[in-house]
Each structure stands twice: as structure tokens, then as C-alpha cells.
């Protein structure tokens, strides 16, 4: 079925059964996973005695490891920004809440959890200058962001689906090079947050593929101009105090390539993904600006790779205020 209407009528359309794909990727709330699961109890007399050993395991984290977490953090303890921006999308209204209301409530739930888990790793890690890192994260959320979709779900949509694909990357990897380094905790940290961003992945691309369904040359217009301006990470406009906007965001990005939890070859792996998922070689009824629009995307991933093969990744360390020692 073709919807010839706008977005609006696209987004009602498409939020009609919402709330039986809210149960495929939100998680009920009394059973769902909180931070307090995966830290020391505080209430316990051995408390001192698991936070030491915290502090011993956190210990062979490298530099360029604990800055990737704090930025890590950082992004996702600036959440009150992506609720707003999702919130203000076509077809999304408080006031008379949808489902598309709740999937956004509901998700903002158990984003929410991110940024408080890895707050409280890294304050008990005693590795981190936490005053720096928490300057960082309040010009994050009063800086605020533009990430080139306006209101446009189509396009917002495209970036979330990214977004919860990339963070899924670069938690697993600090997952695994957390294992590595002798820290278990931080390793099942990251890896629980990794799978949640997984789960929030497959919702936004199952979005996208209903949008897909019926209106496919918007939303290929829609995904082609995403992958022009390129996605632009919410750290994108981390800034430390003093440091020039932006400097801190290439520093932090050196660092994720430098230890391989977020590459270049990453981003175009996503893409490739993306393509598959969407079957976007599969999709019929374009018309001919959709045509051109999938052409492009399809011959995107292979003309990435060939100048993402020309790049060398700086080794300079940089000295984050974030990191303590
Ligand atoms: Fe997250
Ligand atoms: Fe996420």
C-alpha cells in the first residue's frame, strides 16, 4: 500500500499497532536490569573492601580506554537532549500522548539507566577527575545539538537506527577490552548497555522498514541525505573546560580508532548493514529522485572504504582534564 499523505499521516499509520511492537523492544520495567545490579552495595559492611577491589580491577584500564568511557559516559548522560529532539518530531505530541509518545517515554527509561551505570563505575574507579567530566556533560546538554534531521521523523529515525548501532559497537568493544584488562565488572557493564542498545537498534530499524512500506521514495529521499551529511555523533559537540568546541570530540574519536572500539571501518560497516536490512536493493514503487537516491546509497559503502583506506589514525595521546592519573 502506498500512503500519497504526509508525514503525519505516515507516522499514525505506522504508530497504529505500536504498542505490540513496544513489547518486542522494551523490556518490563520491575524485571528490567538497574544499575545497582552491577555495583557494590552500599548498605553492606564489605563495601569498602568491593570498592578497593574495584579500584585494583580498574587499574590496568589503559589511558586511551578511560577516555573513551568518560566520553562514553558523557553521551549518554546527555540524554535530556535526544528526549527533547525526539519529542519535537512530526507526529510526536506530549500533551495528547500516541504511541509514539510512549515508545519515546519508554525508551528515554532505559537510556536513562546508561549514563548512571558507567557514572558510578567510573566514580568508584577513582581513575577519573570527575569535576572535569561533569563540566563536559553540562556543556553537552546546555550546548544542545543539531544533528541535521529537523523534525522530520524519516530522518530522525535513520539516525537513531545508526546511532544504537554504533553505540552497540563501542560498548561491546569496551566490553571485551575490559575482559582483557582484568576488570570483569566492567566488562558485564558495558556488555549489558551493549545488548539494550542492540534491542533499541532493531525497534528504530523496524520503524524505518514500516515507513519503508509505504511511503519508500521519501524515506530512501530521506536515508540518501543522512548518509550525505554524514552522521554526526552526539559527542561530536563534547567540549572540556577551556578546549575549543570540536577538539575534544577529534581527540576522544583518535582515541575509540586508536583502540578499535569505534573505526572508520565501523561506520561503513553499519551502512552496509543498513542497506541489507532495508533490502534497499529490493524496494520497488521508487520514483525517479528514490531511484537516484538508492543508487547512490548502494555505491556509498564501497566509495567510504577506498578513502577510509587512505586515513591514518593520529597517535598522538592526548591530556584529557577527564582523566585523574
Ligand atoms: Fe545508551
Ligand atoms: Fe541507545
Redesign the pocket.
Known amino acids: 500500500m502506498a500512503l500519497s499523505g504526509s508525514r503525519l499521516d505516515v507516522m499514525r499509520h505506522v504508530g497504529e499497532n505500536l504498542d505490540t511492537l513496544l513489547g518486542d523492544y522494551l523490556k518490563p520495567i520491575e524485571t528490567n536490569w538497574q544499575p545497582s545490579d552491577f555495583l557494590p552495595d552500599s548498605r553492606q559492611e564489605d563495601f569498602p573492601e568491593q570498592v578497593r577491589l574495584f579500584r585494583e580491577s580498574a587499574r590496568e584500564l589503559s589511558y586511551d580506554y578511560m577516555a573513551v568511557l568518560v566520553g562514553d559516559t558523557i553521551t549518554e548522560e546527555a540524554l535530556p537532549t535526544y528526549e527533547s529532539w525526539l519529542m519535537d518530531m512530526e507526529g510526536v505530541n506530549q500533551a495528547e500522548p500516541t504511541g509514539w509518545t510512549s515508545w519515546i517515554r519508554g525508551w528515554t527509561a532505559e537510556?536513562n539507566r546508561?549514563g548512571d551505570l558507567l557514572n558510578k563505575f567510573l566514580y568508584l574507579s577513582g581513575r577519573v577527575n570527575m569535576r572535569a567530566m561533569e563540566v563536559s556533560t553540562q556543556y553537552l546538554i546546555a550546548d544542545g545539538f543539531d544533528i541535521g534531521t529537523g523534525t522530520d521523523p524519516y530522518k530522525n529515525f535513520v539516525y537513531t537506527s545508526f546511532?544504537?548501532l554504533a553505540?552497540n559497537v563501542s560498548h561491546r568493544r569496551t566490553a571485551t577490552l575490559a575482559k582483557q584488562a582484568g576488570c570483569p565488572q566492567l566488562s558485564k557493564i558495558c556488555g549489558v548497555i551493549a545488548s539494550?542498545?542492540m534491542r533499541?537498534a532493531k525497534a528504530y530499524k523496524a520503524f524505518v522498514s514500516k515507513i519503508f512500506e509505504v511511503d519508500p521514495s521519501e524515506m530512501m529521499l530521506a536515508f540518501e541525505e543522512m548518509m550525505r551529511k554524514k552522521i554526526v555523533m552526539p559527542a561530536h559537540f563534547l567540549r572540556e573546560t577551556g578546549v575549543k568546541l570540536s577538539q575534544t570530540f577529534s581527540h576522544f574519536s583518535d582515541a575509540a580508532q586508536r583502540i578499535g572500539v569505534y573505526t572508520t571501518n565501523d561506520y561503513i560497516d553499519i551502512i552496509d548493514a543498513l542497506l541489507i536490512d532495508w533490502h534497499i536493493d529490493a524496494v520497488t514503487d521508487l520514483n525517479d529522485a528514490g531511484q537516484r537516491a538508492r543508487d547512490y546509497l548502494m555505491a556509498l559503502p564501497a566509495r567510504l572504504r577506498r578513502v577510509a583506506d587512505r586515513t591514518k589514525i593520529p597517535t598522538l595521546e592526548y591530556p584529557f582534564s577527564w582523566i585523574a592519573a
Open positions: 537510556e546508561h546511532q544504537e553505540t539494550d542498545e533499541h
